[in-house]
């Protein structure tokens, strides 16, 4: 709850109801949906970092997709060197796997990465795992890491929803007329 203090952002309680852990769908139900004012996009984190995001929104309820779900994909920052990355979730034990990472860049394991505020749909800085292990593709011109969540994935029974995030920036609408 100090995120809201800290950040100056709202938050919201939920708890988790449901939870959807297979090889194809890595996702949760939580317990407000739009009778609360739920909205699709919303960030999802726990008290260790940033879990998901809501993708189906019901009267009472809401569906959230969490990070290591196959089809979640989260801009990242390597907080010791401030390299960008792309964090995607994948089928191999709740890991994120961060593919095609030029061979040059310096990330290590134990790196701590941080959502890099890219896209609009996660705030800056909010801790997403840390780097496992680092190996070098097929190819020899590119690295592959995988990282552990930071999020208590498996554990967390309460979770905030953050509100007031600026909208993912895109072409301008038409003029007002």
Not at 23 to 37: D, K, Q
Not at 126 to 144: K, Q, W
Request: net charge negative; proline share 7%; glycine share 12%.
């Amino acid at each position: 709850l100090a995120t809201q203090h800290t950040l100056g952002m709202k938050v919201q309680l939920a708890h988790l109801i449901d939870i959807d852990l297979g090889a194809f769908r890595n996702r949760v139900v939580l317990s407000v949906g739009s009778h609360e004012g739920v909205q699709v996009g919303q960030v999802v984190i726990d008290a260790h970092g940033i879990m998901g995001q809501v993708i189906e929104v019901l009267p009472t309820t809401c569906v959230a997709m969490l990070i290591t779900d196959p089809a979640h994909a989260v801009p990242v920052t390597d907080e010791r060197t401030g390299v960008r990355a792309v964090a995607y979730g994948s089928r191999m034990d709740g890991q994120l796997s961060l593919p095609n990472i030029p061979v040059s860049v310096d990330m290590r394991a134990g790196d701590t990465l941080v959502t890099s505020g890219l896209g609009g749909r996660f705030p800056q800085g909010f801790p997403v795992g840390t780097v496992r292990s680092i190996e070098t593709d097929a190819s020899g011109m590119y690295l592959h890491a995988w990282a552990t969540p930071a999020a208590e994935l498996q554990r967390s029974g309460d979770v905030l929803l953050l509100r007031d995030l600026a909208q993912p920036a895109g072409a301008p609408g038409p003029p007002p007329s």
